[in-house]
């Protein structure tokens, strides 16, 4: 078969019936695309999620419900027929009743999963039946035949070799005669249980999708048109870039560019998948490819926030001239699967940062039985409502660039500082009060002059 291309469209691409059509469109503009992968409607995977975590208030838990079957509701009632698609929303809507009230009792990483893939289920039976009343020859696949993971719920790792065997098997032979709709951030174990890929996780199974079945090229259908030199609700002057290096955008989506989720590059860099983000409100505006390379690398590319973030310090005068310290601590943070971000170190003391992208969401935290155990190694302080301020761009060892961006920054007190591991990137830390303050000031100087 011929490659085809691979369009993923986020959760305000599928928010209503409005937009499901201009998703559509979209695909009929393009008939090399014959896989379609959805996230669930707009707002769907936060109420899910409250369920998951347990609602003891049976009214609250049942106005969830209703709350989640009147988004669905409203697109089904434009629909021409939609009797079919209307009995198999209404059975997923009633498996989540359930699941919600378990999660009543006791709620578990396995269930949350089980609840929150349920959002991908109900919009891509309603994309699909629009479509075809569209004209457009679609069907439905559920992608957890094809998304193999381990039973790492809340952030599952995919089993890459498995999906591409029965991408092969299952997924390429439906594309040869249709178009098909199939669901971003789930898969399944090998026991056939639910798993999720993590918050944002649509776009790295998107990659993982067009990896498997060597698409020519994938689209990331989304909000924005395309990715901006910063956030324009932040800094109204930021400005498109029309095309970027997998690595300068491997590096924003890190660092908290929302237009991507940080792991989406890794299967297209690995199979040389050129990946295209664009607005599915406005797609005439075109977007933002992103290549192996590209004609300009700018020393200032772009600026990141993220916010909701962690960061620890720890404090020993064992660590004078000492060896082996920091390999006790990374050998506790493995033992309780803590994900460590930056890290910064001095004689007595190093501080780092934590990460978190599993799907419950929220601040990183260092858990208790963890903390005890780097306490009998050294003092221990945790800090909240901290957020990361990242600068992206090329050759930034270059002489002289620091002082532009740190006699801009003079007014402002910066926590936690980490540059030289790559020449892409400077970042810090600042209280979340003063961050966006950060990014406009920094946008100002180093991109509206």
């Known amino acids: 078969m011929r490659a085809f291309n691979v369009a993923k469209f986020g959760g305000t691409s599928v928010a209503n019936f409005e937009a499901m059509s201009r998703c559509s469109a979209i695909i009929e503009n393009n008939p090399q695309t014959k896989l379609v992968v959805s996230s669930a409607c707009s707002g769907v995977t936060n109420l899910l999620v409250e369920l998951a975590n347990g609602v003891q208030d049976a009214e609250r838990r049942l106005a969830v419900v209703k709350e989640l079957a009147d988004i669905h509701n409203a697109i089904i009632d434009q629909l021409a027929e939609p009797v079919k698609v209307e009995k198999e929303v209404h059975a997923i809507l009633d498996s989540v009743a359930s699941a919600a009230e378990a999660a009543s009792f006791q709620s578990s990483k396995k269930l949350t999963d089980h609840l929150v893939a349920c959002g991908e289920l109900m919009s891509t039976h309603i994309l699909a039946q629009l479509m075809r009343e569209r004209g457009v020859d679609a069907v439905r696949f559920d992608i957890r035949e094809v998304l193999r993971t381990d039973d790492n719920y809340g952030k599952a790792e995919a089993q890459v070799e498995e999906v591409k065997r029965l991408a092969q098997e299952k997924l390429i032979p439906l594309c040869e005669n249709q178009v098909v ?39 990331i259908w989304t909000d924005v048109p395309g990715i901006y030199t910063t956030d324009p609700r932040i800094a109204p002057k930021a400005s498109p870039i029309p095309e970027i290096t997998f690595s300068e955008a491997s590096e924003m989506a890190n660092f908290g560019a929302k237009i991507l989720h940080p792991s989406t590059l890794v299967p297209a860099i690995r199979h040389g998948i050129p990946v295209f983000v664009g607005s599915s409100k406005e797609p005439e505006k075109g977007g933002t490819w992103i290549r192996q390379q590209v004609e300009e690398s700018p020393q200032f590319r772009a600026l990141a926030l993220r916010c909701n973030q962690t960061m620890v310090t720890l404090r020993s005068d064992k660590m004078f001239h000492a060896y082996g310290f920091l390999a006790k601590v990374f050998e506790v943070l493995a033992k309780y699967k803590i994900s460590v971000d930056l890290i910064t170190t001095s004689e007595i003391s190093v501080s780092l940062t934590l990460d978190k992208t599993d799907t419950s969401g929220g601040a990183p935290e260092l858990h208790q039985a963890a903390r005890e155990e780097l306490e009998q190694l050294c003092t221990v302080e945790v800090e909240h409502n901290l957020c990361l301020v990242a600068l992206i761009g090329n050759q ?28 892409h990137n400077l970042c810090f830390l600042v209280d979340a009060p003063v961050a966006k303050n950060v990014i406009q000031t920094l946008h100002q100087e180093l991109f509206e002059g």
Request: some cysteine; hydrophobic content about 35%; proline content about 0%.
């Open 181 to 219: 709709v199939t669901q971003g951030f789930i898969g399944s174990d090998e026991q056939g249980n639910t798993t999720t890929l993590g918050r944002g996780g649509s776009d790295y199974s998107a990659a993982l999708i067009a990896e498997a079945v060597q698409a020519s090229g994938l689209e």
């Open 396 to 423: 930034m060892e270059t002489k002289g660039y620091a002082k532009q961006v740190f006699s801009t920054l003079g007014d402002f007190n910066l926590r936690m500082i980490c540059y030289g591991a790559s020449d």
